[in-house]
């Protein structure tokens, strides 16, 4: 990892069943959002941005498409999207709106939700 002028950059090789792979991300944070991009030998390029976009709504957008899941046989690319709204004057009071199509950082699907705290 590189600080460079407020962004990260990261690189990184590896060898896999003697296949040499690299990778390349950068990260930086604009106007409260943490903004990530990368790529690697794969052909894996991934868009991630989350961030507040008042002191209580949170939102989540993340794509990331490689060779391995454009090919439209197996999967389409991994496409994230989530939106927390927390409940002010309340103990945790949450709204939240999401959809993926993988199980990564959401419930595959579209979702609405909305949690309580006691």
Request: aromatic share 8%; glycine share 10%.
């Amino acid at each position: 990892s590189i600080p460079v002028s407020g962004v990260t950059l990261d690189l990184d090789t590896s060898t896999v069943d003697g296949t040499s792979h690299w990778g390349a991300s950068a990260k930086a944070n604009v106007s409260g959002f943490t903004v990530t991009v990368g790529t690697g030998s794969d052909e894996n390029n991934k868009v991630k941005i989350t961030g507040s976009l008042t002191s209580s709504v949170a939102l989540h957008l993340e794509y990331e498409s490689s060779t391995d899941n454009l090919t439209f046989d197996t999967e389409d690319p991994t496409i994230e999207a989530g939106v927390t709204y927390s409940v002010p004057g309340t103990k945790g009071t949450t709204i939240s709106a999401s959809y993926s199509n993988d199980d990564d950082d959401f419930d595959p699907g579209t979702q609405v939700k909305m949690a309580f705290k006691f």
